[in-house]
């Protein structure tokens, strides 16, 4: 089952220079590409609707911040059962949690700063793939 999903190097991966390594972890799982690939800064109203399920938790507006704070690398994974494949390789929210092998695990201590986003479900991709490269 060939998917697509949107994947984000949030702001902390992009300024420790892991795009290169992360990138590299999906580059080689076999069979998948990426057909699209963009540096940019998140403006707020990208943001808000992008995490639009948080608005209210105590962590949205350190997240909001977080976000903008930087350049993000925003990319498009396209294969076998991409959704689930990128959420695999980025290991669990909590980088501590995150077993060793994974983004998260390898690279992450802190919940707010681990390193990338990537889309949840079938719907959150098809939400997520439209806000960010519409006319793809
Ligand atoms: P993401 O949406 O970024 O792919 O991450 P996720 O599904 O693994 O986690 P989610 O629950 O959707 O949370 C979104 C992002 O918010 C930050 N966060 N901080 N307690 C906290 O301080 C806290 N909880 C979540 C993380 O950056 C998380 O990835
Ligand atoms: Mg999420």
Redesign the pocket.
Known sequence: MTQRTLVLLKPDAVRRGLIGEIIGRIERKAGWTIPALELRTLEQDTLEAH?GE?KGKP?YEP?MGFMAGGPVVALVVEGERAIEGVRQLAG??DPIAAAPGSIRGDFGSI??E?LI??S?SEESAARELKLFFPSL
């Open positions: 995490y948080h962590f997240l669990p929210t919940v707010r681990n986003h990537a949840d």
